[in-house]
């Protein structure tokens, strides 16, 4: 055999040992594989019968003190029950049906005395007044706020602006149903164009008012300047749109409390609070500043604890703007 033939020869063999090797190699692993995961499923299933079997005993336990409430429940009422039947009827009540039927009236008299009677107010003298102001609503955020509002039982105001969609509009309908305070933002909120001359405020004006009451029945009667009163925006004198207001029977509202959340840099939930209850005790009336948007999403975050820590001052309530609440305005008519 020639020197090449042998070395073919060779080769030939290696390739057919390393062929052999690998089909070994992948008949153990055909055998390993299933084993191994025969193992962990086993052991998966194990623990997962021991968990089954530990909430049965739990089940069983729970159900046996349920069925011992109820039967000492049930042994209460029975002996209750008893006592009011042994009760000696008053001589003068004829029989034991007009006797029940008189205990059923004091009973009656006196859960209708403590459903109805208010509870005591403070004078209005002593009460600090904080107002809840929502600018640029709605939003994707206004269910939530309303929500968060209807938790603690606390009224705020929104200002809106003049949003069509129907998501908006059911946000503007359930503002005025839950006992909110709807105000007017302008209907563009676009400041070139509103403070351009009173005639174009106007025209946005009565726009936002008519499509509200349309939507929502209300005729709006408070509005928020966009940028406030005191807006370096206008180059008009604000005191020529707050006449026209005046002339359409309409007060507007300033703030003299911002959260902070208007801002283009976003504050944390922490900032946004420490902002909004500033110097809160050292006013009578404090109106704070607040945003509905869609970028807004720490104010909903700070909404209840802002909440919470007005609650626990003494002689504080929250309420809605109305035709009784004092306005707050930077740039006064009179001036």
Not at 20 to 32: D, H, P, Q, T, Y
Not at 46 to 51: M, P
Not at 215 to 223: A, I, L, Q, R, S
């Amino acid at each position: 055999m020639s020197e090449n033939n042998q070395q073919t020869h060779i080769d030939r063999k290696k390739r057919v040992r390393f062929l052999k090797r690998m089909i070994i190699m992948m008949l153990v692993l055909s055998i390993l594989t299933p084993c191994i995961l025969c193992v962990i499923l086993f052991s998966k299933v194990n623990a997962l019968g021991r968990e089954v079997s530990l909430l049965n005993s739990q089940l069983v336990q729970l159900q046996v003190e349920l069925q011992t409430q109820a039967a000492q429940l049930s042994a209460s009422y029975e002996v209750h029950e008893k006592d009011e039947e042994t009760e000696p009827v008053p001589t003068h009540v004829a029989t034991a049906e007009a006797y029940n039927e008189e205990l059923k009236s004091e009973k009656t008299e006196i859960i209708t005395s403590v459903i109805e009677k208010p509870e005591p107010e403070l004078p209005k003298e002593h009460l600090h007044k904080v107002y809840l102001t929502f600018d640029d609503g709605p939003s994707i955020y206004t269910n939530d706020i309303l929500d968060i509002l209807d938790r603690y039982d606390v009224k705020a105001t929104f200002f809106v602006v003049g949003k069509e969609s129907e998501e908006a509009q059911a946000a503007m309908r359930r503002i005025v149903e839950d006992g909110h305070t709807l105000g007017m933002h302008s209907y563009s909120h676009i400041y070139r164009d509103i403070y351009h001359s009173v005639d174009n405020f106007s025209a946005d004006f009565q726009k936002l008012k008519e499509y509200l009451k349309e939507v929502t029945g209300t005729d709006c009667k408070f509005y928020r300047f966009p940028g406030g009163s005191s807006n370096d925006v206008t180059e008009l004198d604000i005191r020529v749109f707050g006449e026209y207001l005046e002339s359409q029977g309409v007060t507007y509202f300033d703030w003299n409390a911002a959260s902070g959340d208007g801002r283009t840099s976003l504050l944390s939930v922490d900032e946004l609070t420490a902002n909004s209850l500033k110097g809160l005790t050292q006013r009578e009336t404090t109106i704070i500043l607040l945003h509905d948007a869609a970028s807004k999403r720490s104010t909903v975050e700070a909404l209840p604890i802002i909440i919470e820590n007005i609650l626990a001052l003494e002689d504080t309530v929250i309420l809605p703007i109305t035709e009784e609440t004092e306005p707050v305005q930077h740039i006064q008519m009179n001036e």
